[in-house]
């Protein structure tokens, strides 16, 4: 049996941990076990965090943020065979799978960052995040996630920042185009 832990007892935790640490190695340490035992609860989880958005591929649901846009806890909810550009967050991220296996390509940038709307990057490593597993980045980390499955899947996303007011970037593998990334929130 899981024990108890609710989105109180998770965002309680996260605050003291902000307050005692910058240091984001430790954060990503700190949250990743905390992370997996919020998503083992599941007494959080609702019927509306299965609802997806059909032109961004994705349904966002926020659980939690600070006044101050700090701490951020959302459910992403995935359409089968979509997913998102490459991107980073603007701050630290830590991803815990909920239902379904997400497939995740991880990237390194390999331009110097000289312009402010260009980058090169090259592919770092693949892997599927399965259910009660982690993909944890600090910031700068650049990733690209897509449900490959055929069924919805869910995962809880909780970034340092609200990554809608961290100034983030999407990456265009194509053209090289870096531009802003901000994801419509249910
Ligand atoms: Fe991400």
Redesign the pocket.
Known sequence: MTEAYSLQDYCSDLRSIAAETSDEDEILRRVGPLAQRFVADRSWLEPKHYETDAEQGFGVHLLHEEPDHSLAVLVLSWLPGRG?PP?D?GTW?V?AGVEGAERNVRYNRIDDGSRADYAELEIKHEFNAHEGELVC?KTGGI?Q?TNETDAITLSV?TYGKH?NHTNRSQFDLETNQRKSFIVRVE
């Open positions: 998102t991107h967050h991220a991803v980045m990733h996630v996303h990554v």
